[in-house]
């Protein structure tokens, strides 16, 4: 039994009724503190958060490319992949601002797998304060590479672990009408993208960005573990993520122009990300790249609304179920199915060539 579990001295039979189980947490503090980020980690990740910035808000005129794996589940696969990608963002640095998806909280449409912090041995043992340290852990790596890197940010607590370290967050398409993450978003120190809703309500994202960038007053936990009142300032550099919904993909040029209309309408900046995968490609893999061509068209043709894409890929193309006992193909996602390296090579250039066309325009 464990010992916090016989301590009921501060609740009654009212209570924890449908409580399993409650073990320690480590501290934000305390994983910093065997962590840290050290100066020269800092200054990148400044670096990075302002380059971030500037393409949001059209001041770089370079396509802003979230590219990586759905979810990382390994992390040395997750270094391989990292490593790739650098050598092609450094070759493309002029058109694209390459930041790598390093996506460790994975929101569920029902039950599964919900990502390496939450479950890093992907056996349902559920080692939270390991998983903690190993996002932790390849955060630090990933910044030491040269590489900015990106996540969604899902759970409430887990950004005061590893948010000093991200350049760019993502609300996903579940949780961008939640009042909590809006909130959350207007505190957060990087840019933030909302993703349109899973029915493809482009609304609720527009109606985030407003949420986000104002001030909020809600309860957290500070990096000692304690619980306190945060007031936050509001976020400036939110935009909107088109993934598209149950309607169909929204990431046409009559999409685009129908989601900045409603961006005006909420009295917010007209710049917006297209995501290649989800309901935009109707969750095909290989039909990012089609996505993407048509989106590479439209910023070749002068569209300077769309300031990014984003991308699902991982080191080997598809994806495979997680089934016990079964051994795991190395580079192959366990949650959505991703384009290859073999595939984002070629669609990352033609993604700079149409945003060094845009530029000569
Ligand atoms: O990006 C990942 C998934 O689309 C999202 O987490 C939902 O996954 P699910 O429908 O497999 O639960
Ligand atoms: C879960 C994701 O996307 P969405 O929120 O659009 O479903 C994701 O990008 O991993």
């Known amino acids: 039994m464990n010992p916090l579990n016989e301590d009921k001295a501060e609740t009654t039979r009212l209570e924890d009724l449908r409580i399993r189980q409650v073990s320690p947490l480590i501290s934000p503090a305390l994983l910093q503190h065997d962590l840290p980020a050290d100066a020269a980690v800092q200054s990148r990740i400044e670096g990075w958060r302002r380059a971030v910035a500037d393409v949001v808000h059209g001041r770089d005129p370079r396509l802003l490319v979230v590219v990586g794996p759905c979810s990382i589940h390994d992390s040395e696969q997750a270094l391989d992949y990292a490593r790739k990608l650098k050598a092609e963002a450094d070759a493309l640095q002029d058109d694209l601002l390459v930041v790598m998806r390093v996506y460790f909280e994975k929101p569920r449409t029902t039950v599964g797998w919900k990502g390496f912090i939450n479950d890093p041995h992907l056996d349902g043992s559920f080692r939270i304060n390991e998983g903690l340290r190993r996002a932790r852990e390849l955060l630090l790596a990933i910044a030491r590479l040269g590489l900015p890197a990106g996540t969604e940010f899902l759970d409430l607590l887990s950004p005061q672990y590893i948010a000093d370290l991200v350049s760019w967050g993502a609300i996903g398409a579940r949780t961008t009408e939640s009042p909590s993450h809006r909130q959350l978003a207007s505190g957060l120190s990087c840019a933030i993208g909302f993703k349109n809703g899973t029915d493809g309500g482009v609304q609720m994202a527009a109606d ?131 384009l290859g390296w073999d595939a984002t090579q070629p669609l990352l250039r033609d993604l700079a060539a149409a945003s060094r066309a845009r530029r000569g325009r």
């Not at 949420?211 to 809600?218: D, I, L, S």
């Not at 710049?271 to 309901?279: F, G, I, K, T, Y």
């Open 208 to 338: 985030a960005l407003v949420a986000g960038g104002a001030p909020h007053a809600f309860m957290g936990m500070t990096k000692m573990g304690q619980v306190a009142v945060f007031e936050t300032a509001g976020n400036e550099d939110c935009h909107i993520i088109l993934r598209g919904g149950s309607r169909g993909p929204n990431y046409s040029a009559a999409d685009v122009q129908a989601a900045c209309a409603l961006l005006a309408k909420a009295g917010v900046e007209q710049h917006l990300m297209v995501d290649c995968s989800h309901a935009n490609s109707s969750k095909q893999y290989e039909r990012q790249v089609e996505v993407a061509r048509d989106v590479a068209a439209q910023v070749a043709g002068g569209e300077r609304r769309i300031m990014g894409l984003m991308v699902e890929s991982h080191l080997a193309p598809g994806r495979q179920d997680l089934k016990p006992g079964v051994p795991l193909q190395y580079g192959v996602s366990i949650t959505d199915a991703c």
